[in-house]
């Protein structure tokens, strides 16, 4: 798909949310969104970014413009297409800053051409769309090449990078040096670290807005006991293995199908340790139906090389480990597959070699779920190690991944305790009050600059 096309979401009120917010939280959110109504008055806030489904930029993007349309802000999603080549180029960009090559082309001069043409083909008609003093937020570097047009229409910009690394190496500077250019004439840049921000990002204009999730979406409402067993035992998840376990405990990790968020890694220390784990224990593997995703070029392949590593596993531990794949064509119901695999489960892995922030993170925890995850990104922020949740330091060590769960799996006290820490964290710091005063407070920032 090349072109524009705008995301319809239904406005969500905010007094849903406020529902689980103490009077103070309340209070204090009220005050900015009648300061951000005032300032947003006759403009319309933007959101620019390469996919409606899929991901963690979509899922945020579906809770933070609902809320906002619910305080009656005029705000847009807009989202770009590109050709496999563009987003070819993009995934390179993306492994680099997470610190890996991903593939062997280059970020030259023939990269820049093919994202650039993608982006000149579009830019007219996005820049068409939005007027002098509107917002706009442009997510990741599949957008980061319309700043430049966007500020010469006199738009404020904003570029909002959900990924990075903690220490930079080659590959994340082969990446920015690629991005500068492209993300200079923003006004401000949004990371959900400060580390991830290279050195020459004007720190005056540098903001950290961790992501946030919504406990009232399809992906985190409640489930009664029933509907969770009728979702997870549902016809036709299972791509490799047995149908799930009816009873057994299971250990999970649900990621899109990425070598950086490890499953082959996952699935590898389960085959070679699986002595070590109860007899019960099952593990599940669950990502997106590989078909319905346009800009995750790999994915296929990463599915591909999981299946293959599950035939050459041991019988033992083939009988005890489940590749699922959930459909993407109703992302409603998508949504309510991982919730429910993410309350079903006893615990919730995340062993990622890099990661942004990690929804598949916080997911769990709001659910009660303890984590195990690696000491990598954003994860280190929500989690504190022995907590609310358990960190690996080392997150290749798969030894290490299967000792903590084995641990954690012998102690359902120490599990519950994790769990409930977990879910206060996220109500504390994860919640979309927090983003929305966050963004509230830029906007009131970047229109006084004007
Ligand atoms: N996700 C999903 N279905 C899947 C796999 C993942 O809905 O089959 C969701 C997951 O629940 C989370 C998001 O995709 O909300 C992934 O976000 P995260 O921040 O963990 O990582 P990203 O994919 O953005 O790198």
């Not at 007219?124 to 939005?130: F, K, L, S």
């Not at 990621?255 to 499953?263: A, C, E, G, V, Y």
């Not at 919730?348 to 995850?373: D, I, Y």
Request: hydrophobic share 45%; glycine share 8%; net charge negative.
């Amino acid at each position: 798909m090349t072109g524009v096309a705008e995301v319809s979401v239904e406005p969500v009120p905010l007094h849903r949310l406020e529902s689980l917010l103490t009077p103070e939280r309340v209070e204090r959110l009220e005050t900015y969104v009648a300061a951000a109504r005032e300032l947003l008055e006759g403009r319309v806030v933007w959101n620019v970014n390469s996919t409606a489904r899929g991901g963690g930029v979509a899922e945020m993007l579906r809770t933070l413009v609902a809320y906002a349309a619910g305080t009656g802000v005029d705000i847009r999603w807009l989202v770009v297409g590109g050709d496999p080549e563009f987003f070819a180029v993009t995934k390179r960009i993306h492994n680099r800053l997470h610190g890996v090559a991903g593939d062997a082309g280059r970020l030259d001069a023939a990269a820049r051409a093919t994202y650039d043409a993608t982006l000149a083909r579009q830019r007219e008609e996005v820049v068409a769309r939005v007027q002098p003093g509107d917002v706009v937020l442009l997510h990741d570097p599949q957008t980061a090449g319309l700043a430049r047009a966007l500020r010469e229409r006199g738009a404020l910009v904003v570029w909002r990078c959900h990924v990075g690394l903690d220490e930079h190496n080659e590959w994340t500077r082969e990446a920015w040096g690629f991005l500068r250019e492209l993300v200079e004439p923003a006004q401000a840049c949004v990371f959900s670290r400060e580390a991830f921000a290279p050195d020459w990002v004007d720190r005056r204009w540098l903001r950290v807005i961790p992501p946030s999730l919504d406990p009232f979406s399809p992906k985190n409402a409640d489930l009664r006991a029933e509907e969770v067993e009728a979702l997870v035992h549902r016809e036709g998840l299972v791509v490799e293995g047995a149908l799930l376990p009816t009873d057994g405990r299971v250990v999970l990790q649900v990621s899109r199908w990425d070598r950086l968020k490890d499953m082959g890694g996952v699935l590898a220390a389960f085959g070679e340790h699986i002595r070590e784990l109860p007899a019960d224990v099952h593990l599940v593997l669950a990502g997106p139906a590989t078909d319905g995703i346009a800009d995750d070029p790999g994915a296929a392949e990463v599915l591909a090389d999981c299946r293959d590593l599950w035939q050459a596993l041991p019988p033992r531990a083939r009988d005890r480990s489940h590749l699922v794949c959930v459909p993407m064509d109703d992302l409603d119901d998508n949504a309510r597959v991982v919730n429910a695999l993410q309350r079903w489960s006893t615990v919730v892995v995340q062993k990622s070699l890099a990661e942004g922030f990690g929804l598949t993170v916080t997911e769990p925890m709001w659910k009660g779920t303890p984590v195990v995850a690696s000491a990598v990104g954003g994860i280190r922020d929500q989690v504190e190690d022995g907590v609310s949740g358990v960190l690996l330091a080392d997150p290749r060590d798969g030894a290490a991944l299967v000792a903590a769960l084995a641990d954690l799996l012998a102690d359902a006290d120490r599990c519950r305790e994790m769990g409930g820490a977990a879910h206060l964290r996220v109500r504390d710091h994860y919640l979309a009050d927090r983003h929305l005063i966050q963004y509230a407070e830029l906007f009131a920032q970047l229109a006084g600059e004007v």
